[in-house]
């Protein structure tokens, strides 16, 4: 099975500010990551799809990037409505697929 | 735009099954390209892939929830369904159905549905 880690588990930031969180495959996984926004009490939203394509409405401001095992999610300018935990999750062995445990951001 | 509604009941007894149903609403489940799938969240927990489903009923499951789960379609309700077995206290959780574009995104899930299992 492919495990996935995230780090940190929670950070806290300024408005402004950049925000970079990780996630890395327990295995080569090429560019099959994508990466899902989580607001309290709402379901996931998809933010971004294969490592760094955004999604079509999504704000420019997110960004993704990496594969093989390491890959990078970016805030480029932390606003108050990106609270939330973010989760990434691989597709690389179909059909199964695994999120990682998640990174809860907060408002410094 | 493509809309997905859990229902069913949100209190189980132990040992008994959890049964949920997801109604899709704004595309047909039967045009293909796509899997429909159920995910769940245990309280202050991550998310946890239970399985999901083709229109045609070809399935796949979480290998640690395979022996207790069974997903099903109706095309012609425009759903699909979920079946727990067995459940404990460890199955209480959010439940979410979702649509998987390509069997690798999740790109729109319901809002949800708490199921809590006490006697």
């Known amino acids: 099975d492919i495990q996935m880690t995230q780090s940190p588990s929670s950070l806290s930031a300024s408005v402004g500010d950049r925000v970079t969180i990780t996630c890395q495959a327990s295995?080569?996984?090429?560019?099959?990551l994508n990466w899902y926004q989580q607001k309290p009490g709402k379901a996931p939203k998809l933010l971004i799809y294969d490592a760094s394509n955004l999604e079509t409405g999504v704000p420019s401001r997110f960004s993704g990037s990496g594969s093989g095992t390491d890959f990078t999610f970016t805030i480029s300018s932390l606003q108050p409505e990106d609270i939330a935990t973010y989760y990434c999750?691989?597709?690389?062995?179909?059909?199964?697929?695994?999120f990682g445990p998640g990174t809860k951001v907060d408002i410094k | 735009q493509v809309q997905l509604q859990e229902s069913g009941p949100g209190l189980v007894k132990p040992s008994q099954t959890l049964s949920l149903t997801c109604t899709v609403s704004g595309g047909s489940i039967s045009s293909g390209g796509y899997y429909w799938s159920w995910i769940r969240q245990h309280p202050g927990k991550g998310l946890e892939w239970i399985g999901y489903i083709y229109y045609s009923g070809s399935t796949y499951y979480n290998p640690s929830l395979k022996s207790r789960v069974t997903i099903s379609v109706d095309t012609s309700k425009n759903q699909f369904s979920l079946k727990l077995s067995s459940v404990t206290a460890a199955d209480t959780a959010v439940y979410y159905c979702a649509r998987i574009d390509g069997a690798s995104q999740f790109d729109y899930w319901g809002q949800g549905t708490l199921v809590t299992v006490s006697s």
């Open positions: 295995q080569d996984i090429s560019n099959y």
């Open positions: 999750q691989q597709y690389d062995n179909l059909p199964q697929v695994t």
